[in-house]
């Protein structure tokens, strides 16, 4: 295992985290979940991510029992966590001082933990009111945050804050707001990012990363699965596309996008056999090699897939410059950055 730090901050993480979405409280058993973390620590991994929203709190509560029966060094391992949506109240969700300050003592009482190393302000692009039209109450809402975060962070309750889901702009403005006012700054911003949605990891975060020092800790390196070609001549049953409350998920596998993407992962097959390696470790060792990525998260269901992931640091070395241009000439949507498009 390869660690690298939490953005510009002193904290180590493993290359690779392991994610509790979908899978930790309601796609596989508790004895399945103490089992991929065991594997998880031993190989390495040190980074463990939920929130309070993953299976209504259960996930918490799944992670939280199996690192107490383990009885590992709490210094150890990194626990993180998101805040935004936390129960049906309307003051149960949100960004507002009261929800991420109670939002959060929930989640360490589900974790069973005085502290999480890093917690995110997650948000979700339609319903966030920092959609708002009125910038003066953009910019109050940021400076609620920013104070928020930095009172639990003084009270003990989490060592760092970042962003999940947030706009380039909006991180900015965060960053901003903490110098302006002497409060804690994030320090990374959680993404999605594959091989199908690359233009804010590639195209935006770099610069944060280059100018405060705010790194990335992405998501969903398979595309939902889609990149290991399960999808490919139907929805198997017992997937994540079959569960009930992820039919976006399904209809986005069944759409001409999705068909066109997994005929590019078809096309990838013959490289990753050239390589020696799935198309999965392929996918992901291709997100590790992105300048300013802290740590990629892996949602797994099952131990023999934690293996094969944990193959893509392995895979990272084999990734030379020709072997990157040949997977661009095939992917054919490398985004284009504000120099490349002036020239």
Known sequence: MKYRNLGKSGLRVSCLGLGTWVTFGSQI???????VLSIAYERGINLFDTAEVYASGKAEKTLGNVLKSKGWRRSSYVVTTKIYWGGQAETERGLSRKHIIEGLQG????????????????????ASPME??????????????????????????????????WS??????????????NLVAPV???????????????????TLYHHIGVGAVTWSPLACGLITGKYEERVPENCRASIKGY??????????DGQHQQAKVKELQPLATRLGCT???????WCLRSEGISSVLLGVSSVEQ?????????????????????????????????KESRA
């Open 168 to 181: 380039a702009v909006e991180i900015m403005e965060a960053y901003s707001v903490a110098r302006q006012f």
């Open 29 to 35: 058993s508790d004895e399945t979940a103490e089992s």
């Open 247 to 256: 039919q976006w998920l399904k209809e986005k596998v069944q759409s001409k």
């Open 279 to 285: 198309v999965a470790q392929l996918a992901i060792a």
């Open 107 to 126: 989640s360490l009482q589900r974790l069973q933990m005085d502290y999480v190393d890093v917690v995110f302000a997650n948000r979700m692009d339609a």
């Open 188 to 206: 990374c911003e959680q993404a999605e990012y594959h091989l199908f949605q690359r233009h804010k990891v590639e195209s935006q975060l770099p």
């Open 306 to 338: 934690l293996l094969e992931n944990l193959g893509a640091v392995q895979v990272l070395a084999q990734l030379t410059a020709p072997v990157l241009q040949e997977m661009e000439a095939l992917l054919g949507n490398k985004p284009t950055t504000k």
């Open 132 to 165: 708002a039209s009125d910038p003066s109450f953009r910019l109050l809402l940021l400076e609620e945050i920013v104070r928020a975060m930095t009172y639990v962070i003084d009270r003990g309750m989490a060592l760092y804050w970042g962003t999940s889901r």
